[in-house]
């Protein structure tokens, strides 16, 4: 099911997430083919703007998190977007008893989708019984009936009696059951008849709930469709079909959600059990084949640099000892690479590979020396006299001057911490 969109949507993110680093021309690139593919679904131009523009944004914007790769990062960002895109999160709500009536054009999928759904909602434990209300089609009654009894489900329908009719008897015939569903017409000599007819049966029989049956090889349509229905009649809902043969799918399922209208099912096939509920955030999770995107939203939240404000204000105060020290580099270590973290920083901040490198060799030196310090020194590095320094420096396999350089940015730290205060300047966590 919608494989071009799939692969497109899949092989875009692959090539972006190769090329590295974000630069605008990979992004520029990203973004091109993400349009290309759904343009190629038939998503409407103007929604596939709106979709890309919220992605390059995001993208440039939130630029990358420590501990959160960039394909995590694009992967979340067109998950998020595909699934508004979709209509956002939402599900079906049945109540103790249901009259669902099915409308849509001519060969839409209705009789098809009557049973399906009969299927599905008895499966749930629901009584279910159809009523077959064409009485346009030739042999619509059969066509209902032979495959409603290959799901062990009751039809009722007399094709020689007026729509509204047939219903009326049909709730009579079915007054015990709680799930019954209309199977309409689609067959009119012109739509506004068809539309008529839809009308005056909402009115008489007053379903529980509409539910509009659309086909997905119409792709972009779908919104002229859903529209023209929901201008007619209360649509609850909609359906859609044929999704395993058409490659204007994603075109439709975009279309119905940008009407408003909520998308319940979907089908793809023309088996009983080829129905399926819709739900945007499982359904885009197949799609890009994140297995569990619970897990990388947590690491994105887990990422977010927390410090207490106790903590931040003993930083300020200028009182961080060797204690604080050590709890940061690892905090640092444990949220992701240094580059990632420098990467986040504003520009003044912002130091190159070579620096890095130094800066990490320096830091793992550092965090030796802490660890040979007692916790009497670490609380009060003033106490730290030139024998203790001997002692630590052999402990932590370091020369002397590296443990008075660490004990010298330690007092450096401080001093940015004093001169931000008095500039009244917001001084981070970051040594
Ligand atoms: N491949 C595929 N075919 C489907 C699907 N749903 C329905 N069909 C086929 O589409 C054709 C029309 O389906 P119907 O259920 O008769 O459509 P309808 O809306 O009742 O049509 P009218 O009664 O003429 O208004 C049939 O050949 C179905 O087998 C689907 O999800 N996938
Ligand atoms: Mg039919």
């Not at 090329?19 to 103007?46: H, P, W, Y």
């Not at 849509?104 to 077959?132: C, D, E, M, P, R």
């Not at 075109?251 to 819709?278: M, P, Q, W």
């Amino acid at each position: 099911m919608l494989d071009d969109l799939k692969d497109g949507l899949r092989a875009a993110l692959d090539k972006f997430i190769r090329r590295g680093g974000i630069d605008e021309q990979a992004l520029k690139e990203f973004i091109v083919d993400l349009q290309r593919v759904l343009l190629k679904s038939d998503v409407n131009v103007k929604l596939v703007l709106e979709f890309s523009k919220k992605i390059e944004e995001r993208l440039k914007s939130e630029g990358t998190l420590p501990g959160i790769s960039l394909k995590e990062m694009a992967v979340k960002a067109v998950y998020d977007e595909m699934t508004e895109l979709l209509g956002g999160d939402f599900k079906l709500s049945l109540g103790p008893k249901n009259l669902i009536m099915l409308v849509g054009i001519q060969g839409s999928g209705k009789t098809t989708f009557s049973v399906k759904l009969g299927k599905y909602l008895a499966a749930k434990g629901f009584k279910v019984g159809i009523i077959g209300a064409d009485i346009y089609r030739p042999g619509a009654l059969e066509q209902l009936q032979s495959f409603a009894s290959r799901a062990g489900i009751n039809v009722y329908g007399d094709p020689k009696k007026d729509p509204i009719k047939i219903v009326k008897e049909g709730l009579q015939e079915f007054k015990d059951r709680n799930a019954i569903i209309i199977d309409t017409a689609g067959r009119h000599k012109d739509e506004s008849s068809l539309m008529q007819e839809v009308k005056k049966l909402e009115e008489e029989v007053k379903p529980t709930l509409t539910l509009l049956v659309v086909d997905a090889t119409i792709g972009q349509q779908a919104f002229n469709q859903a529209k023209a229905f929901s201008d007619t009649v209360e649509v609850g809902g909609l359906v859609i079909t044929k999704l395993d043969g058409s490659a204007k799918g994603g075109g439709a399922l975009a279309a119905a959600a940008a009407t408003g209208a909520k998308v319940y099912f979907i089908s793809n096939g023309e088996r009983i059990g080829d129905i399926e509920e819709f739900s945007p955030k499982h359904f885009v999770s197949r799609l890009l084949g994140i297995g569990d995107l619970e897990m990388l939203l947590d690491k994105v939240k887990e990422a977010e640099i927390k410090v207490s404000e106790k903590e931040a204000k003993k930083i300020m105060k200028g009182r961080m000892d060797f204690e604080d020290f050590l709890a940061q580099i690892e905090q640092m270590e444990k949220i992701g690479p240094l580059e990632k973290i420098v990467d986040m920083l504003p520009a003044p901040f912002n130091v190159n590979k070579k620096e890095i490198d130094k800066a990490k060799v320096q830091l793992k030196k550092w965090k030796a020396i802490i660890h040979s310090m007692n916790i009497t020194e670490r609380r009060n590095p003033k106490i730290i006299n030139t024998p203790r320094l001997r002692r630590i420096a052999a402990g932590s396999g370091t020369s002397e001057k590296d443990v008075r350089d660490l004990i010298d940015a330690l007092n450096k730290g401080k001093l940015m911490a004093k001169a931000a205060r008095r500039m009244n300047v917001p001084f981070g966590a970051s040594p």
